[in-house]
């Protein structure tokens, strides 16, 4: 978006996509649907029109998840990191809780079932480059590893 007549032009494509939907009776639902601006600050506003008629703002936000990726308007992967540690920190309490005694074998089939996809589900997506982000994962994974029997 460089000006106003990009945001003008997106909202005739809104347009021509919900009159496209009713022409093949495959409804949208602007409840759903949702805006993000990203790379740019110009304050816009688009609507669609609902099944009963009405014009709909569609809802502004800057964090967003999608297939299990939060997606924040900055597209850092910040927030991707510490939800992923968190999911990590639980699944390895559960871990801890229900297996009192692991020797190296069972440790590590858990490991690799239970609490490494955490960390790894769509890694490609949001690929954690900030130091923080990194120090964040390192220090659940240096958690889990304390946690292996030696």
């Known amino acids: 978006m460089k000006s106003k007549t990009d945001s003008a032009i997106l909202q005739n494509d ?3 996509l919900i009159a496209w939907s009713n022409q093949w009776l495959l409804k949208f639902n602007p409840s759903k ?13 688009y609507h669609m029109v609902d099944d009963i008629g009405r014009n709909v703002m569609i809802e502004e936000t800057s964090l967003e998840k ?9 597209l850092k992967p910040s927030t991707q990191c510490a939800k992923a540690a968190g999911k990590f920190r639980s699944v ?4 801890r809780r229900n297996f009192k ?3 190296e074998e069972d ?15 769509c890694v490609q997506a949001w690929s954690p480059h ?3 982000d990194i120090r964040t994962l390192e220090s659940v994974q240096r958690t889990a590893t304390k946690m292996a029997p030696t």
């Open 107 to 121: 440790f590590i089939l858990i490991y690799r079932t239970y609490i490494r996809p955490h960390m790894e589900y």
């Open 66 to 74: 999608d297939l299990g990726i939060y997606i924040s308007s900055d």
């Open 33 to 45: 649907c949702k805006l993000m601006h990203i790379g740019h600050n110009l304050s816009t506003e």
């Open 92 to 95: 390895l309490a559960m871990v």
């Open 101 to 103: 005694k692991l020797d």
């Open 14 to 16: 809104l347009d021509n």
């Open 130 to 132: 900030l130091v923080k």
